[in-house]
């Protein structure tokens, strides 16, 4: 059974930085696309970063210059480190995982940007 944990959410003040971490344990093989998605109060979940096993990265325009995803394949983990937060930045973020035999998520993390 794949399990997808998500961790490091919280409150922050606007301006400040907080780093997500997802541990990913299961049966699941290389290559696939580690990701971060969002969904804030009354939106659509919506793609936040994702990174590919080669380590291409894309982002969602809206976090573009403040936020870095990375994953260790070694350890099964994906990281977003996200500066400069804004309180629309408020949301429920999502790990995800996914190739062209799966798509598994976690079961998110709060994220909550206000002073």
């Known amino acids: 059974q794949v399990q997808l944990v998500e961790s490091g959410g919280g409150l922050v003040q606007p301006g400040g930085s907080l780093r997500l971490s997802c541990a990913v344990s299961?049966?699941?093989?290389?290559?696939?696309?580690m990701g971060w998605y969002r969904q804030g109060p009354g939106k659509e979940r919506e793609l936040v970063a994702a990174?590919?096993?080669?380590?291409?990265?894309n982002y969602a325009d809206s976090v573009k210059g403040r936020s870095t995803i990375s994953r260790d394949n070694a350890k099964r983990m994906v990281y977003l480190q996200m500066n400069s937060l804004k309180p629309e930045d408020t949301a429920v973020y999502y790990c995800?995982?996914?190739?062209?035999?799966?798509?598994?998520w976690g079961q998110g993390t709060q994220v909550t940007v206000s002073s």
């Open positions: 995800n995982v996914r190739s062209s035999w799966f798509n598994y």
């Open positions: 990174i590919s096993s080669g380590g291409s990265t």
């Open positions: 299961g049966n699941i093989f290389n290559p696939y696309v």
